[in-house]
Each structure stands twice: as C-alpha cells, then as structure tokens.
C-alpha cells in the first residue's frame, strides 16, 4: 500500500483543477462540435485541439499528484454549454474561461506558497506561463471575430494562415498515460 500524504489546502484545490480542467476539455469539445456542426472546419480544429490540451493539463495534475502520493480521484465534469445565437458567443465563453483557469492557478500559487510547498510552487510555474499564452490567444480571436463582423469566412482564412497556439507541449509536465 502506498503512503498517502494528508490533504492540504494546496492539495485539495489541485483536486478541484483536475475537474476544471476536465470541465474546459468538455466545454471546448460542445464548442468545436458546435463549430464542426455549422461548416467552420477551422475553428472546430482550433478548439478540439484545446479539448485536448486541457484533457492534458488535467493529467498533467493528476501525475503530479501521483508523483507526491496525493489520492486522486477523477471527478465528473459538470454541465456544459451547448446552445449559442452566434459564432462570437462561443469564442467570448472560451475567453472567460481561460480567464477563470488563470485565476485559478493564481489561487493555487497563493495556497502553495502560505504552506511553504515549494515543489508545489515549482510545478504551477509552467500553467502560470500556459496561461498567459491561453488568455492572450483568446483575447485575439475575440479581436478577429468582432472584426470579421458576421463574415465568418475570414476568421476561418485567419485560422488556416495563423499559427495559434503551440499545442501546449512545450516543456509541459509529465501526463498521466502520456500525452495526446
């Protein structure tokens, strides 16, 4: 039998952002089937691609909690959104919660550090810099869609000639089952 460190506050809200993590993964799947539903191939590519990231950073978590014999338990994801008016609707939801994430990992920075976890601290530091790179992304296909005005035809021409997004791999901590 493993020997199973005592929940801290750190630890328990790592539990909690393996379900948001799961949660967004869920979320950007209703979004790019929403997308590959109305003919947008790009922009159901951009955001089954971030299903799959954020399937990855909740496994990321769950590693990490392996790593340093924390139980994990792999939690429902909630309710998803699945019904929008419009194309900028889907891009504004995917906007706020990355906005949410990133508060998030602010709060669990703030707990690692008050408990003196600096390992903790350590492996935050990487879905700190994640999400600037995320909010930042988000903010700019916000810009592309409002600016496209309805013309959804060059936000996907946008999509196709842009790199966004680096597939959120780079010096990313190690996956539960290795990543997608």
């Given amino acids: ?12 809200l790592l539990q909690q952002q393996v ?3 799961f949660h967004a993964s869920q979320q950007y799947v209703a979004l790019a089937v929403w997308f590959d539903n109305a003919d947008l191939p790009q922009l159901a590519k951009h955001f089954y691609r971030q299903a799959v990231e ?3 950073h909740a496994l990321a978590i769950v590693q990490y909690l392996i790593d340093t014999d924390h139980h994990v338990d792999i939690p429902p994801t909630g309710e998803v959104r ?3 008016a419009e194309p ?8 706020e919660q990355e906005k949410e994430v990133t508060a998030d990992f602010r709060t669990l920075m703030k707990a690692a550090r ?3 976890d600096y390992q903790g601290e350590q492996f935050l ?13 988000m903010s700019t296909l916000v810009n592309v869609v409002k600016r496209a005005n309805g013309n959804m035809f060059e936000v996907e021409n946008w999509l196709a ?8 791999n780079a010096d990313m901590p190690p996956v539960a089952g290795g990543a997608l």
């Fill in 161 to 168: 000639r842009e790199s966004v997004g680096d597939d959120g």
């Fill in 19 to 21: 379900q948001n993590e």
């Fill in 54 to 56: 954020e399937r990855n």
């Fill in 88 to 95: 900028l609707e889907l891009v504004e939801l995917a906007l």
């Fill in 82 to 84: 699945n019904d929008f």
């Fill in 1 to 12: 039998m493993l020997k199973k460190e005592p929940r801290s506050k750190f630890y328990e």
């Fill in 114 to 116: 008050a408990e003196d």
């Fill in 125 to 137: 530091q990487w879905f700190l810099k994640e999400q600037v790179e995320e909010v930042s992304q």
